[in-house]
């Protein structure tokens, strides 16, 4: 079983992120509005996420990772690479790039150059996928020798709320830089840091 104080913390971050961002005023751009609305879907299936483990629905909280992270990305995409004329098939449903090009283009900007995203869709798309579309990582651990039932281990879902709370982190530093808050941006990116070296400890 996953401790209570792991949930009550996945829990209580949800929160957290949400209080540090509200009550912000975002640009009336259209490529803002449209970004912020990506980011805020992110947050929508973090807290989704941490609803589910709490709830034991486990293959649900991982099917919505690579949803999480793709939509982050998007909005990121929006609002630094996209040109108007990608703005407005977007809008219209017409916009068909890659996620792989979306990705690439982000980090050729300044700022989203260090390969994070790159490194994540790399060692994590294979596994994203296969929780988002039911393949073996999804079905196999539903089999026990006497039943089929929800199994997974502390670590797949413990990797699972911890991956969620990383882009919720990212996700709300983004809303925060649309509003001009480059400051909460720089907090919550730093306490993500933090967070991340005692968990690694």
Not at 45 to 57: F, S
Request: net charge negative; aromatic share 6%; with cysteine.
């Amino acid at each position: 079983m996953i401790n209570e104080v792991s949930l009550k913390a996945a829990e209580s971050l949800v929160e957290r992120l949400a209080l540090r961002i509200e009550g912000l005023e975002l640009p009336s751009l259209n490529r803002k509005r449209l970004a912020a609305a990506c980011f805020h879907q992110a947050l929508e299936h973090h807290e989704a996420i941490v609803v589910l483990v709490l709830r034991r629905l486990y293959g649900s909280a991982m099917t919505l990772i690579r949803p999480m992270f793709e939509i982050y990305s998007r909005g990121i995409w929006l609002n630094i690479c996209a040109s108007d004329e990608d703005l407005d098939k977007f809008q219209k449903g017409k916009l068909h790039r890659k996620f792989a090009d979306l990705i690439n283009d982000i980090e050729s900007h300044e700022g989203y150059d260090v390969g994070v995203l790159l490194h994540v869709k790399k060692s994590s798309w294979r596994a994203m996928n296969d929780y988002t579309h039911g393949g073996a990582l999804q079905v196999i651990p539903r089999i026990t020798s006497d039943s089929i039932a929800s199994n997974y281990s502390d670590k797949q879902i413990l990797k699972v709320i911890g991956f969620a709370s990383a882009v919720g982190y990212w996700a709300t530093s983004e809303v925060a830089i649309l509003a001009g808050r480059e400051d909460i941006a720089s907090q919550l990116l730093e306490e993500l840091k933090t967070n991340e070296n005692i968990n690694s400890n």
